[in-house]
């Protein structure tokens, strides 16, 4: 879903100034232990070691794509 909302932001990058993400890491995750205790949840740009996703990669590429 990630590239899927860049496109879309890229798309109207004329009307978007910005993009906001709540958090670094899915260990600092907000979605985790939410709605219930325990859960657990991998929503983030970045792991749980603070190294990128493979979707970071194709991110950077639709910005190179775009120019």
């Not at 990630?2 to 907000?30: E, H, M, N, P």
């Amino acid at each position: 879903r990630y590239t899927a909302y860049f496109q879309l932001f890229l798309k109207y990058s004329d009307q978007i100034s910005r993009v906001t993400l709540w958090g670094l890491t899915d260990a600092d995750s907000w979605r985790n232990d939410w709605p219930m205790k325990g859960r657990t949840d991998y929503p983030l740009l970045f792991d749980r070691q603070y190294q990128p996703k493979p979707v970071v990669q194709k991110l950077i590429e639709l910005t190179e794509n775009k120019e």
